[in-house]
Nanobody
Framework: QVQLVESGGRSVQAGDSLRLSCAAS????????MGWFREAPGKGRQFVAA????????YYADSVKGRFTISRDNFGNTVYLQMDRLIPDDTAVYYC?????????????????????WGQGTQVTVSS
């Protein structure tokens, strides 16, 4: 069993910064690609960012490129999402995702169906 636990979500003002964390644990998790998705009220789950197992390659949705940065601590199987210059449209529940793949190149990282494990989500609210 693999568990993903997100933390760091809270209410902030537009223009503020926030860092989300997601820790992966479980005997069967040997490390793999990790990513972030988000879900706003009335919208489907949307891809935000992803990072390969080695950290070599990162992927971003156009809407967050240049404002968000994904990184990881492989020793602890933890992934981070640094979110800068937040805007009200960033308001959503943010979900962490992971798989067991160790390829440096992720196939279709924006496809939610490719990810094997999901966290419970953490709420981010950005007020104008």
């Amino acid at each position: 069993q693999v568990q993903l636990v997100e933390s760091g979500g809270r209410s902030v003002q537009a223009g503020d910064s926030l860092r989300l964390s997601c820790a992966a644990s479980g005997r069967t998790f040997r490390g793999g690609a990790m990513g972030w998705f988000r879900e706003a009220p009335g919208k489907g789950r949307q891809f935000v960012a992803a990072i390969s197992w080695s950290g070599t390659n990162t992927y971003y949705a156009d809407s967050v490129k240049g404002r968000f940065t994904i990184s990881r601590d492989n020793f602890g199987n933890t992934v981070y999402l640094q979110m800068d210059r937040l805007i009200p449209d960033d308001t959503a529940v943010y979900y962490c995702a992971a798989d067991g793949g160790r390829s440096p190149n992720l196939q279709a990282p924006s496809d939610a169906a490719r990810w094997d494990y999901w966290g419970q989500g953490t709420q981010v609210t950005v007020s104008s």
